[in-house]
């Protein structure tokens, strides 16, 4: 795995090394010993699939508060998504920056997601399909979220007019957190 850390302290781009041969490739998409030695989460609690059947659907942007507050490693196995991840920590030198990275099925890239971060992501193709490794429990009482369309952070979608749930389009800006 090749680990490339964004603009936001310790969130990481991961690129697969690829082993292609005739039948296809083979890659390691996790490894304890790798993550540690970055100083990254290694234990996964729970793993996650969300299908989207639509282009432009958006989800997001999703955290959790402490003590339940959730690390992520996203990869999206179908399709392809705009993933998105804001920086939410208060004392942080990049609080309320984002960074955005194209997640595909044909790339293989991963995104790792710290603790503190609110993340959500744009679909860019119908049929778009995600995984995430999750390195703590879906905690309802903990689950937050900010608007994806929050001046404070000004994000760039791709696409217009997002497929949005009424949950996610009603969550409040991160001045009335």
């Given at each position: ?23 296809g490739?083979?890659a ?54 705009y993933?998105?991840i ?32 609110a993340h ?22 903990h689950?937050?979220?900010?608007r ?16 949005i ?12 957190i």
């Open positions: 795995m090749i680990f490339t850390e964004t603009k936001l302290q310790g969130a990481y781009q991961i690129d697969l090394e690829l082993r292609n041969d005739e039948r490739f083979f390691r998409s996790f490894c304890q010993q790798e993550f540690r030695a970055r100083g990254l989460k290694t234990a996964i609690a729970q793993c996650n699939v969300s299908f989207n059947r639509l282009k432009g659907t958006l989800r997001g942007m999703h955290f959790q508060l402490a003590p339940k507050a959730e690390a992520k490693l996203v990869r999206c196995i179908r399709g392809a998504i993933d998105v804001v920086d939410i920590r208060p004392r942080s030198a990049t609080y309320c920056s984002w960074t955005a990275v194209e997640l595909t099925a044909d790339n293989c890239r991963m995104l790792y997601i710290p603790e503190g971060f959500g992501f744009q679909t860019l193709e119908d049929n778009s399909e995600v995984f995430y490794h999750m390195f703590e429990f879906y905690s309802p009482e689950a937050r979220g900010v994806w369309d929050d001046p404070a952070f000004a994000i760039t979608w791709p696409l217009m007019k997002p497929i749930s009424d949950k996610d389009r009603n969550y409040p800006f991160m001045s009335n």
